[in-house]
């Protein structure tokens, strides 16, 4: 059992073994929860960059690397043309 005190301003360290052992940091958050056995905390860990996949719609599908290259070249080109030509 890990024991911790609670400081005059209400803060709380958490000891580094429960830090180690769940992976936390400066910056991640914890949540107290309230029982009736008493209270428990529970790490929230910030959502890694695969945990987000698929949580943004996506309305066009990627048309490659090949395609996206042509279509910027054009897009490219029309832009200098603009540029270049006299009023």
């Known amino acids: 059992m890990v024991r911790a005190r609670i400081t005059s301003k209400g803060q709380l360290t958490i000891p580094i073994e ?4 769940y992976g936390l940091g400066a910056g991640d958050e914890v949540e107290f929860v309230a029982e009736e056995k008493g209270p428990y905390m529970v790490p929230l860990k910030r959502p890694g960059l695969m945990d987000l996949y698929g949580s943004v719609r996506v309305e066009k599908t990627w048309p490659g690397l ?3 290259r042509r279509i910027a070249g054009k897009r490219r080109a029309e832009e200098l ?4 030509k006299r009023p």
């Open 18 to 21: 429960i830090r180690e052992r």
């Open 66 to 68: 090949a395609e996206a």
């Open 81 to 84: 043309l603009r540029r270049t």
